[in-house]
Structure formats: structure tokens, C-alpha cells
């Protein structure tokens, strides 16, 4: 008996890219590959965002932009958040990666390492905005800008953006933070920076409030048809969700069917207190998660090697199951274990 698989519509994925695009135009979309696309599959789906006209790319480290950089071509534009140690920043540079600089440091060991390679590095300088994410905190943003003034004048460096983190916590906190990005960008410009790209905003920011777009987004989650925990429906967004995770059934009782998939495959074992799924549209009870079985209430005629679908379009959704143990949708999929295969359509 075939055992679990997650399954990816690269066309719907194709529709949600333009949803997003049209939303947040003029601004472009920078789309968020990190955690092997969000658990969908980096390759296929940098390979398929590239054949849909996407031109920029967000990975969260060197590893995955060099992934996305094979997938993609030469004629995209790769951002990279985190990266750590000379031989990375080398590598980076390299392969024409565009990198964030959150620290004075590191913008020094970026310095270093372009004298290396021979060739100046693309850097998008980060202020801490308040969410206190790995950015340089605006009593020292003016000593660090007028640092890579210095490394630009060089030939080390060119800054060609500036960008930040903000909470989503509520809109006020996010005002709060905006002004601060605002008044950073200001100072760079005014070094003399002539700044490609401003970009603070993620999924839900970039579809709520337009003066958060400047000149790209980066959005994963809504591209994968993820919807934020506690925020507005997939429909109404206009999104649904690419991956669906198919489980057979194992055993049919009376009272109970066997599923055969569970904590070893990526399912969190909380569903087993607190999850439903959606099966022929109505509400079915999770009771237990096992290493490699769910038991959930009976739900109607079902035969062992039926499929059944424990989230997806057509079922719970990622971010229902999310919403019942506490956390975001995007966690559902990135825990769903790698050996579970992943099968395509429209490639």
C-alpha cells in the first residue's frame, strides 16, 4: 500500500503569483524560497516562477540562493539574508547573489571578501525597525552608512537597497516601524546612495496597507496559498493553497478509520487534542497521531487505500490545522518530513 505523499499544483501556484503581482503592482515581487520553498520543492518551484516572468528571489541563506540561483539563470536577481563566514560571502559574490547586511561586521567581512573574489557585491543595508531581527539599530545607522560610503568608493560594495523586518503585530507598531525605515532611507540616500530597491513588507502587510510596498514585497506564504493564522480566508484573498497532502486509509472500524500518516511523516502529534479535517465537507475529528498513523472519526463509506486529504484546497486548510495547536500554516507544511514524496502537476 502506497503511503503518504504531498502533492503541488504548479498552475494553481502560477495563479496565486499573478493575484499577488496584481495586488501589490506597481511594486514587483520578490518571492520567498527559504525552507526548500516553504516544503513545496525549491527547484520546481524557482523554475516555474521564472518561466512566469518572476524576477526576484528571497532565500533565506547562502545555500539556498546558490539553490535558487541554479534554478533560476543568470538573469535573476537573488537575495540572501543570512550568511556567515568568508567562504560563503566568496561564494556568494560569486554567483552574483544579492546580500543582506544587518551588522557592522559583517558589512566588513563582505568588504574582505570582495577584495578576494575581484569584484564588488551587490548589498542591501537592514535597519532594526524594532522587531530587533538581525538589523543595525538607528543610533549607529548613520556610522555604518557613512562605512559603506566608504567601501563603495572603493569598488567593494554597491548599495543598491535598503530594507526591514516589521511585526504585523497591529497597525500602530507597524506606523512605528515604517517611520523609522523611512527616515533610514533618507540618510542613505543622502550619502549619496541612489537606492535600486526599498522593501519592507511581507504577505499580509503588502496586501493590506499600499504605502508598505515601496519598490518590491517579499511574499512567501500567500504565493503557496498559505493565509495568515487569524487573518483573512483564502477566498476572499483570492489564493488557494498549491500542496495537498494525501494519506490512505489503513483501516476502516466501526467507529473509527486509520490513516497512514502521522508524526514521523511531519504530522504534529497536538492535532491529535485539537484537529479536524474536511472530508466530503464535513468537520471530521482527529482523534489520535501516531509515529505513522492517524485515527480519526468515521466519516462516511471509506475503503482501505482510499486517499484522503489531511489539509489542501479541497480540505482543512494548512493554516485551519495551524490556527487549532497555535501556530501559522507555514509551519504545517515545512515540518512535513522530506522523504514524504512530492508528485507535480503542471510542470
Known amino acids: 500500500m502506497n503511503g503518504p505523499r504531498l502533492h503541488i499544483d504548479l498552475d494553481e501556484f502560477a495563479s496565486n503569483l499573478d493575484v499577488v503581482r496584481a495586488r501589490v503592482a506597481p511594486a514587483g515581487l520578490m518571492l520567498v524560497v527559504k525552507d526548500d520553498a516553504y516544503g513545496h520543492g525549491l527547484d520546481r518551484i524557482v523554475r516555474r516562477a521564472t518561466r512566469e516572468g518572476v524576477d526576484w528571489f528571497g532565500a533565506f541563506d547562502v545555500a ?53 573574489a575581484g569584484r564588488p557585491a551587490r548589498v542591501h543595508l537592514k535597519i532594526d525597525t524594532g522587531l530587533h531581527r538581525n538589523g543595525i539599530r538607528p543610533e549607529d545607522w548613520a556610522t555604518v552608512v557613512g562605512r559603506a560610503r566608504e567601501l563603495q568608493d572603493e569598488g567593494l560594495i554597491l548599495v543598491v537597497g535598503a530594507w526591514s523586518h516589521i511585526a504585523e503585530a497591529s497597525d500602530q507598531d507597524d506606523d512605528d516601524a515604517r517611520a523609522v525605515f523611512e527616515d533610514a532611507v533618507v540618510l542613505a540616500e543622502a550619502a549619496g546612495f541612489d537606492l535600486e530597491v526599498r522593501h519592507l513588507s511581507a504577505s499580509a502587510a503588502s496586501f493590506a496597507r499600499a504605502e508598505f510596498r515601496y519598490d518590491l514585497v517579499r511574499v512567501g506564504a500567500f504565493c503557496y496559498g498559505i493565509r495568515s493564522a487569524g487573518g483573512v480566508p483564502e477566498a476572499e484573498l483570492g489564493i488557494r493553497a498549491i500542496a495537498s497532502l494525501q494519506a490512505p486509509v489503513t483501516h476502516v472500524g466501526d467507529h473509527a478509520v486509520t490513516l497512514g500518516v502521522g508524526f514521523l511523516h511531519g504530522v504534529p502529534s497536538s492535532l491529535g487534542r485539537h484537529g479536524a479535517l474536511r472530508v466530503d465537507r464535513k468537520s471530521v475529528q482527529i482523534t489520535s497521531v501516531g509515529e505513522q498513523h492517524t485515527l480519526v472519526a468515521s466519516f462516511g463509506p471509506a475503503s482501505v487505500g482510499d486517499d484522503v486529504a489531511f489539509f489542501g484546497p479541497d480540505g482543512a486548510s494548512a493554516t485551519d490545522l495551524a490556527e487549532k495547536i497555535g501556530t501559522v500554516g507555514e509551519e504545517i507544511l515545512v515540518r512535513i518530513s522530506p522523504l514524504v514524496p512530492r508528485t507535480y502537476s503542471g510542470e
Open 64 to 116: 539556498e540562493a546558490l539553490r535558487t540561483r541554479a534554478a533560476a539563470g543568470p538573469g535573476s536577481r537573488v537575495f540572501s539574508w543570512l550568511t556567515v563566514g568568508a567562504e560563503e560571502i566568496r561564494a556568494a559574490i560569486d554567483a552574483d547573489i544579492d546580500l543582506g547586511v544587518g551588522d557592522a561586521g559583517f558589512l566588513e567581512d563582505i568588504g574582505a571578501g570582495a577584495r578576494a
